[in-house]
């Protein structure tokens, strides 16, 4: 365990190594305004291609910042509880299956999966049909400066997701929890940074945690191996090193982590190579909320034996 990072006691007390941008704070507050100046034109379509007996499911669009259509799959108890479930899924990675999502609507829990602008590939009639981008979303607008970054424009979707399911008339808006792996797992902790009624965050191996650390590291790894492309394509001779990663401190979890005020519990694989374990600590460790960690010794970038079922009794325990 721990053979390429810090000691377990260095993680304990890690605070980051990727600067913190002076005008932080008073980016993501322009940024929300911004997001509350755009109309969010939702709809809502129920999905005729999988019917449900104790539900609804229904696919929802809303527009973003930048005039994005984004999509997102929701379920509707026909008997519902109170509580919903925000879910975000991975780099690149697939979005959950309609049955993936059947759990927590049996609690009687509204359910809702954010499709990641860019990276799932779906599109609206307006658009071009399948077309996607996998490759360099990370830096995506970086030579924009901070209000180019794509990753901006994907944080405030996940906040403008929980206003609307929030907003619905059988949800509790101060019973929402958050969950995902990887991306997912770092969007959980954004959506909860942006909206501070939600209530709970099940977070598993946060990505798009402490940039400069992953560079220092060279583990050539993806996606964080995407900052060495761009530093070998754009600026080989690193002339302008302190600008990007100051850049890419405005889109840094570990940033938006003391703005938590969320109950949150952090599954970590200490042998993560794609996530370096420094890299989540240095988002925990600035969480002020009430947390708690589950560290797996011996397990990387994996399917972390009894974390799916640890995180459905989490958040069945957290939102009752």
């Known amino acids: ?3 390429f990072d810090l000691s377990y006691d260095e993680l304990l007390t890690y605070q980051g190594t990727n600067p913190r941008p002076a005008d932080f704070d008073q980016f993501w507050e322009k940024a929300l305004l911004e997001l509350d100046g755009t109309d969010p034109e939702t709809e809502f379509a129920d999905a005729t291609d999988f019917p449900l007996s104790t539900a609804t499911a229904q696919h ?3 527009t973003g910042t930048g005039g994005y259509r984004v999509h997102a799959k ?12 925000l879910v975000f899924h991975g780099y690149g990675g697939e979005q959950p299956k309609w049955v993936d ?9 509204t359910v809702a999966a954010l499709d990641v602008r860019e990276q799932v590939g779906f599109r609206t009639a307006s658009q071009t049909g399948n077309d996607f981008n996998l490759h360099n979303h990370l830096v995506h607008g970086l030579d924009a400066g901070p ?15 929980a206003d609307i399911i929030g907003a619905l008339p059988e949800v509790d808006e101060t019973r929402i929890a958050t969950t995902g792996w990887s991306q997912g797992g770092g969007l959980s902790l954004v959506a909860a940074a942006l909206t501070p009624s939600i209530k709970y965050v099940a977070s598993v191996f946060p990505f798009l945690c402490d ?6 590291l060279n583990l050539d790894k993806g996606p964080y191996d995407e900052i060495v492309t761009w530093f070998k394509k754009r600026d080989p001779r690193h002339l302008r090193q302190d600008e990007v990663f100051n850049t890419l401190g405005y889109v840094d979890v570990q940033h938006l982590a003391p703005r938590i005020r969320a109950e949150v519990t952090l599954f970590v694989g200490l042998e993560d190579q794609v996530c ?3 890299t989540q600590f240095a988002a925990y ?12 010794p011996d397990f990387g970038h994996d399917d972390l034996p009894g974390a799916h079922d640890d995180i459905y009794q989490l958040i069945g325990a957290k939102l009752s």
Request: zero cysteines; proline letters at 8%.
């Open 101 to 109: 999502l059947l759990s927590y609507a049996a609690r009687g829990y």
């Open 60 to 62: 929802l669009y809303f």
């Open 276 to 278: 370096p374990p420094s």
């Open 147 to 161: 209000d180019g970054l794509l990753y901006k424009h994907v944080f405030l979707d996940t906040r403008r997701l």
């Open 211 to 216: 940039y400069q650390r992953t560079w220092d």
């Open 1 to 3: 365990m721990l053979s």
């Open 285 to 296: 460790n600035r969480i002020t909320s009430t947390k708690e960690l589950r560290a797996y």
């Open 74 to 85: 929701v379920i509707r108890p026909n008997e519902p509880t109170g509580p919903a479930v």
